[in-house]
């Protein structure tokens, strides 16, 4: 099953794996892309940017999913786009603890939580972003 295929406010711990295991897909090609296009001086160097970009992204995907779960839950309003928002925003938050800085957190909430709200929102909708326009 995907993502989608869940029931929102519901099966916060499928969900959350699901968006943990898609943050550390990304990850990893990150830091693959990373270490070609900057070249590290050693192998443990390497190493060490592979695991402190993928396992950022990994808690970017839990944090995300367990927020926007949760938020649905607490809110009782599962199908609310702004649980996405919520979601998005904590993983900003995170972003901004992790490099110690208020601007960089409040525009990656704000920046995480817009790109998570609409996201929702088009999957509502019906908003395609290939092929052909519907008339």
Request: net charge positive.
């Given at each position: 099953m995907g993502y989608w295929d869940l029931e929102e406010g519901k099966d916060c711990v499928q969900k959350t794996w699901i968006t943990t295991k898609l943050g550390t897909a990304l990850g990893l090609v990150g830091?693959?892309?990373h270490i070609v296009a900057f070249q590290p001086e050693t192998a443990v160097e390497a190493l060490a940017r592979a695991a402190n970009g993928t396992v950022t992204m990994a808690s970017l995907g839990a944090i995300f999913g367990m927020a926007t779960c949760l938020s649905a839950q607490a809110r009782d309003a599962p199908d609310d786009p702004t649980n996405?928002?919520?979601g998005g925003c904590a993983s900003g938050?995170?972003?901004g603890a992790r490099t110690h800085?208020?601007?960089?957190?409040?525009?990656?909430c704000l920046g995480l939580g817009t790109l998570a709200m609409l996201t929702k929102v088009g999957k509502m909708e019906g908003w395609?972003?290939?092929?052909?326009?519907r008339l």
């Open positions: 830091s693959a892309y996405y928002f919520i938050a995170f972003l800085s208020a601007v960089t957190g409040t525009a990656a395609r972003i290939t092929g052909p326009p």
